[in-house]
């Protein structure tokens, strides 16, 4: 347990570590260019990362979904057959903490999006 909470602690702190540097890079630009292109190139990069951490929770979905389906056909198969719970459980977690890390990462690129476009409207 206290692993599970110092990984996300460690994730939180370099999530917004990741935004004071942006918050820093915003504030020591000072023409307006500048601040256009970086803004534009942000949204860019926010919207690339928000399609990354949309593809890894379709996969890891569609995972759990395969392995549902493939326990079912080894049921038919095999009458005499069981799933292991604790090898099940172990993955669930992992999942679990894979899925929370998710969906703090959009948080933060949702923050990350939000500071780009005030800083690209302000500067327009």
């Known amino acids: 347990m206290r692993k599970t909470v110092l990984s996300y602690g460690w994730y939180v702190a370099t999530r917004l570590f990741y935004l004071a ?4 890079v915003f ?3 000072y023409e307006r260019f500048e601040k256009i292109v970086v803004a534009i190139l942000g949204i860019l990069y926010v919207s690339q990362r928000t399609i990354a ?3 890894g929770d379709l996969f890891t979905r569609v995972g759990i979904e395969l392995d549902n389906i493939q326990e079912k056909v080894k049921e038919i198969a095999e009458p005499g057959y069981y799933r292991r719970t604790a090898e099940t459980s172990e993955i669930m977690k992992m999942v679990s903490t894979q899925q929370t890390k998710l969906a703090v990462e959009s948080v933060f690129l ?3 999006s939000l500071l780009c476009l005030y800083e ?3 500067a327009i």
């Open 120 to 122: 690209l409207f302000v």
């Open 53 to 55: 951490v949309s593809q």
């Open 110 to 112: 949702g923050i990350v």
């Open 21 to 24: 540097v942006i918050y820093y």
């Open 27 to 29: 504030d020591h630009l």
